[in-house]
């Protein structure tokens, strides 16, 4: 689990001492490696009575064109600049370059945030 809490350095270094212990609502969750695959969701609830939608699996992209937005069946990954290990593993994050029906794409969205895959054309 991440913590999200004050960083235990200063801005020049020095180290902070702690006034108290982490707290349940300071710790994050597992990052969603949403891959390529048969679509598949997950709800998550989060705070202040609202819902996520995680994708854990996605097959199409929603490509915006000139013409307007088009559905686009992705193929692989073909880089990840987050991480090149997940251009291996076919995992998609925002700013992955996707192989798709309609060219190669460039993630725009949060897929494990939002729950869907949206992109521009790469020229």
């Known amino acids: 689990m991440k913590y999200q809490g004050r960083s235990p350095r200063k801005r020049t270094g020095g180290r902070r001492r702690n006034f108290r212990n982490k707290r349940k609502h300071e710790l994050g969750r597992e990052s ?5 695959g048969e679509d598949k969701r997950k709800t998550v609830d989060t705070r ?4 996520k939608v995680r994708a854990i699996d996605v097959e199409t992209a929603t490509v915006a064109t000139d013409d307007g937005a088009v559905a686009a069946e992705i193929e692989n990954v073909a880089e ?10 076919n995992i998609i994050t925002k700013g992955a370059i996707l192989d798709t029906s309609e060219g190669r794409v ?16 790469v020229d």
């Open 32 to 36: 969603t490696e949403t891959q390529v």
């Open 106 to 121: 460039r993630v725009t969205s949060r897929p494990g945030q939002d729950g869907q895959v949206n992109g521009v054309l």
């Open 80 to 89: 990840n600049p987050s991480n090149p290990n997940y251009a291996r593993r």
């Open 48 to 51: 202040g009575n609202t819902r």
